[in-house]
């Protein structure tokens, strides 16, 4: 399904958004606002006020802005857990990489879980950050119900962003710093943002239900777990074949995330690996270096603008001349091969 209109929308049952983490992320030593890139010609092209970035590719020092997550889960387990010594998650590269940088701040061990299709260079950009990496002989799903067994172990926690945990509940808390953020700095009344489990889509909905904006969530298409639980009514697991989009090749949303997606993403749209690449493409040409994942927005926008599939979402969200969009570039190139050969 390449677009829907989610049919249990009810924007008024979406729990108002966290503001727990934004003190904290303010008071961490290379803290700053990532900044919005307004794109003009876009916005003429699609007959719209503004169409503009939110650039994920350097958020306090890494690449992705699940650091936001990670450090604000970490600091929360912490609390209750002070006799914690190592930090274990899963991971598809990003979040695995933001707890073991946030492990090495606080002195900490950790282990990261990765599927056996984990690109090498996540695996070493992980491993750099002192963390011991577990290579899982099959999908992200496995790893992370092989980082849950190893979170029980006598000193370990599992920071998971997937599942109904407290880390999982404290990511999601944690993201919302990235909108207010954002609030504070681009006027706008469509959103939309990358998919995956949902973590970063849930923070966007709680966000959204109270800003007055409509939210998008974007996926893979072969790895559309949202849209399939928004079609079905309740979270349904998909195949997984494969994406270049790592960090949204995921089977099923978080069950943390499921009650604010259910209840506040007024759409979804799906893309494929090459319009991934082609936003890339569009996106660098204008000096942005965004990776897969973050780019997929723009190549959703493109297929909500122009796909005669999208027509009935077209007619429910408009794209009109008062539009005024923000699309979440969740990632920088954190595949450098990936990078350059989509831009070849």
Not at 68 to 77: C, M
Not at 96 to 116: D, E, N, S
Not at 244 to 268: N, Q
Request: charged fraction near 20%; glycine fraction near 8%; hydrophobic fraction near 45%.
């Amino acid at each position: 399904m390449r677009c829907l209109l989610n049919p249990a929308l009810n924007a008024a049952a979406v729990p108002a958004p966290s503001g727990d983490a934004a003190a904290f992320h303010a008071s961490l030593p290379r803290y700053r606002a990532t900044p919005v890139r307004t794109l003009p010609e876009l916005a003429a092209e699609l007959g719209v006020a503004t169409v503009a970035l939110k650039d994920e590719s350097d958020r306090l020092g890494l690449p992705a802005f699940k650091v936001l997550g990670a450090a604000w889960a970490v600091e929360r387990t912490l609390r209750e857990h002070p006799g914690i010594d190592t930090l274990v998650a899963a991971s598809a590269g990003n979040h695995g990489r933001a707890v073991a940088h946030v492990a090495a701040q606080r002195a900490l061990r950790c282990r990261i879980f990765l599927p056996q299709r984990s690109a090498a260079a996540r695996r070493d950009a992980i491993a750099a950050e002192g963390a011991e990496i577990v290579i899982v002989d099959g999908s992200y799903e496995d790893a992370v119900a092989q980082a849950a067994a190893a979170g029980g172990e006598r000193g370990s926690v599992e920071i998971a962003d997937v599942g109904g945990s407290g880390p999982a509940r404290w990511v999601i808390d944690g993201y919302a710093t990235l909108f207010a953020e954002a609030a504070e700095q681009h006027d706008h009344d469509m959103i939309l943002v990358p998919v995956g489990v949902g973590s970063l889509a849930a923070a966007g909905a709680r966000y959204a239900s109270r800003a007055g904006a409509q939210l998008i969530g974007v996926e893979p298409v072969t790895a559309a777990c949202l849209t399939a639980s928004l079609a079905a009514g309740r979270p349904t697991r998909v195949p997984t074949p494969g994406s270049t989009m790592a960090g949204l090749d995921c089977a099923e949303v978080s069950t943390a995330a499921w009650p604010s997606l259910r209840d506040g993403v007024h759409a979804t749209v799906t893309v494929d690996d090459e319009e991934t690449r082609a936003a890339m493409r569009e996106l660098a040409a204008k000096g942005l270096a965004i990776g897969e994942s973050g780019a997929a927005p723009l190549a959703a926008l493109r297929a909500l603008a122009a796909d005669p599939r999208c027509s009935t979402l077209r007619r429910s969200l408009p794209l009109a001349p008062e539009s005024r969009i923000l699309l979440i570039a969740t990632e920088g190139p954190t595949d450098p091969a990936s990078f350059r050969e989509a831009l070849a």
